[in-house]
T-cell receptor, first 116, second 112 residues
Framework: AQSVTQLGSHVSVSEGALVLLRCNYS??????LFWYVQYPNQGLQLLLK??????LVKGINGFEAEFKKSETSFHLTKPSAHMSDAAEYFC??????????????FGQGTILTVHP | GAVVSQHPSWVICKSGTSVKIECRSL??????MFWYRQFPKQSLMLMAT?????????EQGVEKDKFLINHASLTLSTLTVTSAHPEDSSFYIC????????FGQGTRLTVV
């Protein structure tokens, strides 16, 4: 079984400040890990994914995440927050490797608020 | 990149009626799609796995007779909420498995 824990349901930062959203996972097999962003009443947009290649993954909109096996973590960061980053972020783990992505198990989500 | 189109984006229906939600994969073939439900301020919960040409696989606790899934072609999966009740009001989202784990735009269902 797999699980994802996102530490902090709400994170608030000032515009221009570092964004750090925490995600820890549990998996019995080497995982695929994902970060998604969701704006109100919209679907999920893929920010980035880890698929056992480079441990530091760069995504869209300036976000990146580092896979740390020893810490079972996949934290999402962005050096400088922008107002448009305000949204809800979900970390997810996949139950399959190879070339396809099976069932995704999601964390509870973290709402990011950006203050001017 | 790959695009998943979900329709409608929102729907309001009367209690007791049925609602069909479509999920289309554009420019690629999707043999497997997933359907999720998201209640307000909650995470996504997998409802079922839709497989082209075969029966869907439902997660524990999801009523297969209430949430009918049809995956008749490689580009289209549909979710029909039958005899809808207010407690079925939720945000429904589809996802493709390959080539990327892309999601549809979601459908906001409100049952009145």
């Amino acid at each position: 079984a797999q699980s994802v824990t996102q530490l902090g349901s709400h994170v608030s930062v000032s515009e221009g400040a570092l964004v750090l959203l925490r995600c820890n996972y549990s998996s019995s097999v080497p995982p695929y890990l994902f970060w998604y962003v969701q704006y109100p009443n919209q679907g999920l947009q893929l920010l980035l994914k880890y698929t056992s290649a480079a441990t530091l993954v760069k995504g869209i909109n300036g976000f990146e995440a580092e896979f740390k096996k020893s810490e079972t973590s996949f934290h999402l960061t962005k050096p400088s927050a922008h107002m448009s980053d305000a949204a809800e972020y979900f970390c997810a783990v996949s139950d399959r490797g190879g070339t396809s992505y099976g069932k995704l198990t999601f964390g509870q989500g973290t709402i990011l608020t950006v203050h001017p | 990149g790959a695009v998943v189109s979900q329709h409608p984006s929102w729907v309001i229906c009367k209690s007791g009626t049925s609602v069909k939600i479509e999920c289309r994969s554009l420019d690629f073939q999707a043999t497997t799609m997933f359907w999720y439900r998201q209640f307000p301020k909650q995470s996504l919960m997998l409802m079922a796995t839709s497989n082209e040409g075969s029966k869907a696989t439902y997660e524990q606790g999801v009523e297969k007779d209430k949430f009918l899934i049809n995956h008749a072609s490689l580009t289209l999966s549909t979710l029909t909420v039958t005899s809808a009740h207010p407690e079925d009001s939720s945000f429904y989202i589809c996802r493709v498995r390959d080539p990327e784990a892309f999601f549809g735009q979601g459908t906001r269902l409100t049952v009145v």
